[in-house]
């Protein structure tokens, strides 16, 4: 018998139906002798209607009762989901977030958790009930109903695991697992058997975005064994996320090829190169609430360097005009050159840390398909270049084949 | 200072902009210098539709995850309306029949309020907040969410007020206030400005629906001055309902003029008369859920009687099959008979308990109109007859004329 806590996000629970669905999926493991906690999101929908509700009484919602009411949603699908386990037969429980109770602080709308009184759960589990929770809620000290803000119930989910010692965390989705490439890139792409937390950090900063990334980091501090699966699909064991397996760094060196799209680059040419001069440039760009990526500056010459980094497409005027009319003339910089039509490229892998000819090997690779690289930055755990966007698909595709990622997992 | 408890029904919390009518109302009640607890029910449609979506999944609804999912309407309200009245510069918070905490007993769907915490409200009232709390809801000992039943949040507005002595809870409603008759039968129909609780009990229970008959009850046990007012006039002091004052009881000696004009009469004729045959008569009819409204008996003569009494008129054909295929010949009636046109009309008045004539007043009034009594019923302040229903405007006109109920109060 294992303890299994199984999320399910607003889409599967979308409808009567799905919630029917989603019923007999439980029932199903349940009957298999396993204790089953599920935690659920909002009705898909639900969630913007009730914050549009707010919106037409007040411009900036008040967070304390903005809460009081966007809670609401994920009580209605415990209470129906509860019911439509009854309807199989099962024994089935619903907790509002209070009622576990999931102790968070008093940060309205973003609140962490703080810690779960798992011993109500734990009394109904042994007595054959399947308990339903309700995500992305929690009560602070004073009673008061707190958020943990969107896609709080993958975090819900993880910390109950972490509470209830379960022996997996189980998030359904609307993907059957993580890839070691976006599949509509590379026809090629496998899903992955295992992936490890920080492998799955990477991979969802660059856009694989399959899972919070709250919720792994999560997972990963409490060692929570952690499996996406499809929640439209009734076989399929997803991808397992786990902690650092040293028997695994071995064998596969590279877990996925992760990449963006929209990426600009922007270079600050002849900057003096003097302490204080990263903040000087970057600080104008963040005042402006510009996210920037990629930073990076050489070693300069003549006592002047070269600054670069990336921002998403989109905010790439914006910083471009910041940098021209305040920077430059203010650091006296030589000259702002940018490229809106940038990509980013990144191999990821947690066996690269202990295997050298990683990044070389991926330099070829491109270099043999003629394709520049215009920038690059490394981490631990993963490489990253920036391209022209056009080769952005074929330089998916020949580094997938030429890390072995279409080969099987041994 | 006065302290003040407020109930909003679902029509006054309709829309958006219904909440933020009701918001510049409170706020002008508290800029007077009072304080102020309000107590909403669910957006108008909201519980509908929620029930409505528990029937997709179960036929008969779990009660416990029922109460889950409706008591969220209510939820959604104290968070608009808390919103609504920052908007207008007024401090306040909301709060869940589970946060307040109104205890009540487990029956849900009908739970029954034990006791009601007010340190957390009277705290916040001595911060100059106005307090928003969820109408219809409750918890259990166990921490189970409960709901009241339909109409409820009537019932937790007097229980709070009895709970916090206010000096008075308004009950705004979408009429202004308890009438001597409906205005629609007789346009001479007055506002009351005071009716006492069980005259109020009397007319609630004939069709005069402006309170639910529980709340009524509560606030008569425990002394709590209830007003009635329209919650869409801005002026207007509605009707208070009050516990019996001896000084009005020697003025006006009838308050009001109930009917209800969906009845059906049925006398069972040539009844043996011997004791349980009440039982025998009525047992069947109750057993097959049809409602019996007024019940008379004679006394008999040669060891016989006629039975008669009155049932809903959706409900004649039912009852009437009942009785003359199992009542009549197992208890040896001579014969059923009955008329599905019949109306009820009733003079209600404290008064009349230390008023002789009433009566002989009322049947007088009707003899000379050629209004024939079919039926006679009378309790301590009230006095009830049945006619053919083709009569029952014309009843109700001339007895509000005639005890004097279109003359202004003194």
């Given at each position: 018998m294992a303890l299994i806590v199984q999320k399910y996000g607003g889409t599967s629970v979308g409808s009567p139906d799905r919630i029917k669905n989603v019923a007999r999926r439980v029932a199903k493991f349940k009957a298999l002798g396993n204790q089953v906690v599920v935690v659920v999101s909002a009705m898909s929908g639900e969630t913007n209607r009730l914050v549009a509700l707010a919106h037409e009484i007040?411009?900036?919602?008040?967070p304390r009762e903005l809460d009081v009411i966007i809670s609401t949603g994920e009580q209605v699908t415990i209470g129906l989901l509860s019911m439509a386990l009854k309807e199989h037969g099962v024994k089935a429980k619903s907790y509002t977030g209070a009622q576990v109770k999931i102790l968070t602080d008093?940060?309205?709308?973003k609140a962490r958790i703080?810690?779960?009184?798992e011993q109500n759960i734990m009394g109904d589990l042994e007595k054959d009930c399947v308990v339903v929770v309700a995500g992305f809620q929690g009560v602070d000290e004073h009673g008061n109903i707190t958020t943990l803000g969107r896609g709080g119930s993958d975090t819900t989910g993880v910390a109950i695991a972490a509470a209830l010692r379960a022996d997996e965390c189980q998030i359904y989705t609307d993907v059957d697992g993580v890839y070691t490439t976006d599949p509509r890139v590379v026809p090629e792409a496998r899903r992955l058997k295992s992936i490890t937390f920080e492998e799955m950090l990477e991979m969802s900063s660059m856009g694989?975005?399959?899972?919070q990334l709250r919720s792994v980091e999560f997972a990963g501090k409490y060692k929570v064994k952690l499996r996406v699966l499809s929640?439209?699909?009734?076989?399929g064991e997803g991808t397992l996320i786990t902690v650092e397996d040293n028997d695994k760094m071995e064998q596969a060196i590279i877990s996925g090829i992760a990449f963006n799209r929209d990426e600009a680059k922007i270079t600050v040419m002849?900057?003096?190169?003097?302490?204080g001069i990263a903040y000087q440039i970057l600080g104008p760009v963040s005042d402006a609430n510009i996210d920037v990526d990629i930073i990076i500056q050489n070693v300069g010459e003549d006592g002047a360097t070269d600054f670069s980094f990336t921002v998403h497409r989109n905010e790439y005027a914006k910083a471009m005009d910041i940098l021209k009319s305040k920077v430059q003339p203010h650091i006296g910089a030589r000259e702002v050159i940018g490229d809106s039509r940038a990509a980013k490229v990144s191999v990821v892998g947690v066996g690269m840390r202990s295997h050298v000819g990683i990044a070389s090997k991926m330099f070829r690779t491109l270099a043999e398909e003629g394709i520049n690289i215009q920038m690059i930055s490394t981490s631990e755990i993963k490489i990253s270049v920036v391209i022209d966007e056009k080769y952005l698909e074929l330089a998916v595709r020949v580094l997938h084949k030429a890390f072995g990622l279409d080969q099987e997992e041994a």
């Open positions: 007040q411009k900036h919602p008040d008093s940060a309205h709308t703080v810690s779960i009184d694989s975005k399959v899972l929640s439209f699909e009734e076989e002849g900057v003096p190169d003097k302490p």
